[in-house]
């Protein structure tokens, strides 16, 4: 890669900034599909302006710096922070301090060995800091990345939910089919309303039957109250013209006994 080229165009390809940010080609890939990452075509591939590269940088530091010294290591980290170098001259001066009383005899055995101990405390002490905050470096870039792989999450899901609102959208009819649609349930609406309108009319007629039948229902009892009656009288006409028959044969029995006996 030519470092100088970079610094002039401030591109990169896909695969470079891959390295820079850590992740994957397929996922640079998918974000600039997604319209998340802007890019450039390139051939068959990509071209991403440095501005645009997701990328968080302290604000002390460079950002362009930080973008070379990721893309020349091995592993795309950003290599570990060291002594600056006038720490590093001022213990050079203090090692040199520390032979020279030495070599020239004005320091006691003791002594020397109490400012080696100093110097090697304080450089333990160096060490253990940068080794914090390394850590704490460490652990807020997995809290970092954990984070943008839920966003990421989210952002897959939420593309699924709007491909499948799409498809249900695609389901729906068009707009003439709705219009027809709602002529047809106008028709249906209507075609009802003169349906109700004629059950009145026939529930009308079907009281004005019920009552005509209960009229008759009525007639029909009064008619067979009469009959039983007439069938009454009929009865005791008959009973009556029997008694009346009895009564007669037996008269007609004593006259012919009369005219026969004499007596």
């Not at 591109?11 to 890939?29: C, M, P, R, W």
């Not at 940088?57 to 922070?81: A, N």
């Not at 068009?174 to 003169?194: C, G, H, I, K, Y």
Request: hydrophobic content about 30%; glycine content about 4%.
């Amino acid at each position: 890669m030519d470092i100088g080229t970079h610094m002039a165009e401030a591109q990169y390809s896909l695969a470079e900034v891959a390295k820079i940010t850590g992740k994957s080609e397929k996922t640079i890939s998918r974000w600039i599909k997604s319209g998340k990452l802007p890019a450039i075509r390139h051939g068959t591939g990509y071209l991403i302006s440095e501005e645009d590269i997701p990328l968080r940088v302290d604000p002390t530091l460079d950002r362009h710096s930080v973008i070379q010294q990721r893309l020349l290591s091995p592993d795309g980290s950003e290599p570990l922070p060291t002594a600056s170098s006038e720490s590093r001259q001022v213990d050079l001066n203090q090692i040199m301090n520390v032979a020279g009383l030495i070599a020239g005899g004005q320091a006691d055995r003791k002594n020397c060995f109490d400012n080696i101990n100093l110097m090697f405390q304080k450089h333990q002490a160096e060490v253990e800091k940068i080794i914090r905050e390394q850590n704490e470096l460490a652990e807020k870039y997995a809290r970092a990345t954990y984070k943008i792989g839920q966003l990421e999450e989210r952002n897959r899901l939420l593309e699924e939910q709007n491909l499948k609102l799409d498809r249900k959208m695609g389901l729906l009819p068009p707009p003439e089919q709705w219009n027809a649609t709602r002529q047809e349930v106008d028709r249906l609406r209507d075609s009802l309303q003169q349906a109700q309108v004629t059950e009145s009319s026939y529930e009308q007629k079907l009281r004005e039957l019920e009552q005509q039948m209960r009229q008759a229902e009525s007639d029909n009892r009064r008619l067979e109250d009469e009959k039983r009656r007439a069938e009454d009288e009929r009865r005791q006409i008959e009973a009556e013209h029997q008694q009346v028959k009895v009564e007669l044969d037996s008269e007609r029995k004593k006259s012919i006994w009369k005219r026969l006996f004499g007596g």
